[in-house]
């Protein structure tokens, strides 16, 4: 069996909002597997353990650059919140958005290599990026972008400097604009519930299947009779379509109007949307928690004195 660390325990914790010790726990029942780990979580607490898109584990900026029918989005990370307040990374963000967008780069690593000059530093982006951390003493880098181009009009929505989408779209600007604002408040995984990746279906289906489990077990421990086996398989399903309703942007109810979703917003409109991109700021990236290991010892601690 993988051994249990802190920094598991505290990914875990980071990604499902549960207590230290249900962590610790459900990390030894799965063997260290974390997505299993996060499953169980999901089955014994509910919906406390399904807070994986609002936290995110690293610093950094998300930048949008538009020119006509051109654009992109681009996330530069750093160590931590105060550079991302820093004029140098700021422009360094920026420029590389508007370098992606306009020169076409085949990858991060042709983008980095592209030429730049700023704050003294250059030929390269790469070079800049480098003379920057230098200057400001902390390590950073070009993590992704997504480009579009040709396809249709563009618009974007950058909240603060965490959270960007870029969509496009024909018809009307001001309602693309609100689907972009919406898709970086209620973050859709996919444009229809057709697009939508199975493995995720099948894994929220594997999850209403065990939480009816649990359910069954319960009853049957309190000297109640269980659901039929229609209505326990209906409740699975109705599950699963509610998952669909959440994580597919045209089956959501539009945040400026919860009477309509967005499908019926924008036929409302004459709009389309043809794609989106939404990044949020460190997604998937583990934090340094320094201080965790300590935390963790605590707890076991008390835990055991109380035993």
């Known amino acids: 069996m993988a051994a249990i660390t802190a920094s598991m325990v505290a990914e875990l914790r980071a990604k499902t909002d549960a207590p230290m010790m249900e962590c610790k726990k459900a990390l030894t029942e799965s063997g260290g597997d974390m997505a299993r780990a996060e499953e169980i979580l999901r089955v014994k607490l509910g919906t406390k353990a399904g807070k994986a898109a609002s936290r995110v584990t690293a610093e950094g900026v998300v930048a949008a650059f538009i020119s006509g029918a051109t654009g992109a989005l681009l996330e530069v990370n750093c160590e931590t919140d105060f550079v991302t307040k820093n004029d140098s990374f700021i422009a360094l963000a920026q420029a590389a958005a508007k370098l992606a967008a306009e020169k076409n780069p085949a990858d991060v690593a042709a983008l980095a290599a592209l030429p730049h000059q700023q704050d003294g530093f250059g030929p390269t982006l790469e070079d800049v990026r480098k003379g920057l951390i230098g200057k400001i003493g902390e390590n950073m880098s070009l993590r992704r972008f997504a480009r579009k181009a040709g396809g249709g009009k563009l618009a974007s929505y950058v909240h603060g400097t965490r959270i960007g989408v870029l969509v496009e779209y024909e018809g009307d600007d001001v309602a693309a604009r609100d689907v972009a604002m919406h898709v970086a408040a209620m973050k859709p995984v996919a444009l229809s519930s057709a697009g939508v990746p199975a493995e ?30 229609d209505i326990v398989a209906k409740r699975i399903e109705g599950s699963v379509q509610k998952f669909l309703k959440e994580a597919a942007l045209l089956n959501q109810s539009f945040v400026k109007n919860d009477k309509q979703t967005v499908e019926q917003m924008l036929k409302e409109k004459n709009t389309t949307i043809k794609s989106f991109t939404l990044y949020v700021v460190g997604e998937g990236i583990e934090k340094r928690q320094d201080d965790f290991a300590a935390e963790v010892a605590a707890q076991v601690a008390a835990a055991q004195g109380k035993a």
């Open 200 to 229: 995720l279906i099948e894994r929220e289906r594997s999850v209403a299947i065990a939480k009816a489990e649990e359910d069954r077990k319960a009853a049957e421990a309190a000297g109640k009779k269980p659901q039929p086996a």
